[in-house]
């Protein structure tokens, strides 16, 4: 994020004067304050994200290989969770919202709520696959497969928005945000899973 960029710029240029004017080393300077915090933070998020996001990625594919035992099923699931994921990211960068110990959680909050809504909904797919022989997936189906998923989106979604009352700035913050990016999760949970289910109906995993 821009803002945060500068605030680094300031601190690396602070650090700079301190070591290039002063002579004092590096490793002996001590700085904190709330735009410190907030620039170690994202360097750590950062730095977290790119170590873990290949491993993490891959126990994601493998997991939901295992539930829904299908490869382009795991995929695409992965995907979506991602897409959201990264969504709620660029709201912060859209906001122009700093990047704080409880922003952390959201994304990976996000991502969470539209893996579990998923592995849901095609196991829902896949107990009617077994109660039905028709060619397609039909409409009251769909529905009934549907409603516990985006109901159980609705009600967190609800339950972050709720933090949004509350009287601590970084809590209305994380709600808002967190309440968006669930927003966000559930149009593309009822645009990707509908489709995925009525294209793959007949190759639909079967016990």
């Not at 996000?110 to 809504?117: N, R, T």
């Not at 109660?131 to 979604?157: F, M, N, Q, R």
């Not at 601590?168 to 899973?193: Q, S, Y």
Request: net charge neutral; proline share 3%; glycine share 6%.
């Amino acid at each position: 994020m821009l803002i945060r960029s500068r605030k680094k710029e300031a601190i690396e240029t602070i650090y700079k004067v301190i070591t290039d004017e002063c002579g004092v080393a590096e490793e002996a300077i001590h700085m904190g304050g709330e735009v410190v915090a907030s620039v170690a933070i994202v360097d750590e998020a950062v730095g977290t994200f790119a170590k873990f996001f290949i491993p993490s990625s891959l126990l994601v594919v493998f997991v939901a290989w295992r539930q829904t035992r299908r490869l382009r099923l795991s995929l695409l699931i992965a995907l979506g969770a991602a897409f959201c994921e990264f969504s709620c990211l660029s709201l912060l960068q859209w906001t122009g919202i700093e990047m704080n110990t409880l922003m952390v959680v959201a994304p990976a909050l996000i991502f969470v709520s539209f893996y579990a809504a998923s592995i849901h909904f095609i196991n829902y797919c896949r107990q009617a696959r077994q109660k039905s022989s028709a060619a397609t997936l039909s409409s009251k189906s769909l529905i009934e497969a549907l409603k516990p998923c985006c109901l159980s989106l609705t009600t967190t979604g609800i339950g972050v928005g709720a933090l949004s009352l509350s009287q601590l700035p970084d809590v209305i913050t994380f709600g808002i945000i967190a309440c968006l990016g669930l927003v966000i999760c559930l149009v593309v949970f009822c645009t990707l899973l509908p489709s995925l289910a009525l294209d793959d109906w007949q190759s639909f995993p079967r016990d």
